[in-house]
């Protein structure tokens, strides 16, 4: 048995709008303190608006080793990049 | 009776003494935490004491109009001179201690900051309202822990329960009114305490219900901290706090 606190990833959204992004880990014994935590560890300087933990144990992670069967294949798929399209200008950004 | 302007005077500097020492203690705890993530919380937190005992005793210079600094009521009074709570002087002990005394104190200091936003002195009702969101926060991390102990093991209930029978003989003078304190709420608007005491008792009673702990008998209460007779660890804390200014006067970074 471990005596060690279970890991929490952290997910910070920066400003409404923008989407969660992984801002690192943290050790807590039960959720809350894992909020308290990554609030106090990752938004000490007004680095956000929005925190997210996760059991680090909860996250289902694609294993390094399938690399090649899981990503290669859309390396020669340039096409389904949409940069063959001229997007009309009051489309603005896209 | 103390006069209007003198209770203000001494109310805001009480408020700094609350902060700063409780501040003081809790950045003892630095490379004494439990957890790297717990000593980066408490060492926020008495940065967020720190800041509001500035902005405290900047407003008590102004009152004072002696010019007097915030640095000179931070490290230049003697022992006697801080009014401060005596529960917030006290030894940091064992963590949960420390979580215990934290719980106490800023159940109160928070009841304390709501009613002083209604007061009617402007530049008090300010630091008031800036103070109250960190305080909140720091009161839900310190119940949680609380919970977390008091609902733990049978050890970390056992010294928990201990410590707040313990703390509590020095919560009977967060209520005692002295002249100071009916001035301010007289003349100022400020808090009613026997209003607070209520108030603070029910919040008190529903955390440590949670933290499945018994709320300790009222016994007799110490209450000599705001005459500034302090327990025999407060002399330690000053010499160490003013340390450097007693060393090099005026130092400045």
């Given at each position: 048995m471990t005596t060690d606190w279970p890991l929490y990833e952290v997910f910070i959204?920066?400003?409404?709008?923008?989407?969660?992004?992984?801002a690192g880990s943290v050790h807590a014994a039960d959720d809350e303190m894992a909020l308290n935590?990554?609030?106090?560890?990752?938004?000490?300087?007004?680095?956000?608006?929005?925190?997210?933990?996760?059991?680090?144990?909860?996250?289902v992670a694609s294993d390094p080793q399938d690399s090649a069967a899981l990503f290669e294949p859309a390396k020669d798929k340039?096409?389904?990049?949409?940069?063959f399209y001229e997007i009309p200008e009051d489309v603005g950004n896209m | 009776m103390v006069d209007k302007d003198q209770a203000l005077l001494k109310y805001v500097l009480r408020l700094g003494d609350n902060a700063l020492v409780h501040g003081q203690r809790l950045i003892e705890l630095v490379a004494h935490g439990p957890e790297l993530e717990e000593e980066l919380a408490n060492a926020n937190f008495s940065l967020d004491y720190?800041?509001?005992?500035?902005?405290?005793?900047?407003y008590?210079?102004?009152?004072?109009?002696?010019?007097?600094?915030?640095?000179?009521?931070?490290?230049?009074?003697p022992e006697h001179e801080?009014?401060?709570?005596?529960?917030?002087e006290q030894p940091n002990g064992h963590f949960g201690e420390t979580v215990v005394r934290s719980v106490l104190f800023e159940s109160f200091y928070l009841l304390q900051l709501e009613a002083l936003v209604q007061c009617n002195d402007a530049g008090l009702a300010e630091i008031a309202a800036r103070a109250i969101k960190e305080i909140r926060y720091h009161l839900r991390f310190s119940s949680q822990w609380l919970i977390r102990l008091g609902d733990g093991t049978d050890e970390?209930?056992?010294?928990?329960?201990?410590?707040?029978?313990?703390?509590?003989?020095?919560?009977?003078?967060?209520?005692?009114?002295?002249?100071?304190?009916?001035?301010?709420?007289?003349?100022?608007?400020?808090?009613n305490l026997e209003e607070l005491q209520q108030a603070w008792r029910n919040n008190v009673a529903t955390i440590v219900a949670e933290a499945t702990l018994q709320l300790p008998e009222d016994q007799w209460m110490e209450i000599s901290g705001r005459e500034g007779r302090h327990s025999e660890y407060f002399g330690f804390l000053i010499a160490e706090m003013q340390s450097m200014q007693r060393a090099m006067p005026g130092l400045n970074w």
């Open positions: 959204r920066a400003k409404s709008g923008l989407s969660h992004r992984h935590h990554a609030r106090d560890v990752y938004t000490r300087r007004n680095e956000g608006v929005s925190i997210w933990v996760v059991r680090s144990s909860e996250i340039i096409y389904r990049h949409p940069t | 720190l800041g509001q005992a500035r902005m405290f005793y900047t008590a210079g102004k009152l004072e109009g002696a010019g007097r600094t915030e640095d000179d009521f931070a490290m230049l009074r801080y009014e401060n709570l005596l529960l917030v970390s209930q056992q010294r928990v329960q201990a410590s707040l029978s313990e703390s509590w003989t020095f919560t009977g003078e967060f209520f005692a009114a002295d002249d100071v304190d009916k001035v301010v709420q007289d003349e100022f608007q400020g808090p």
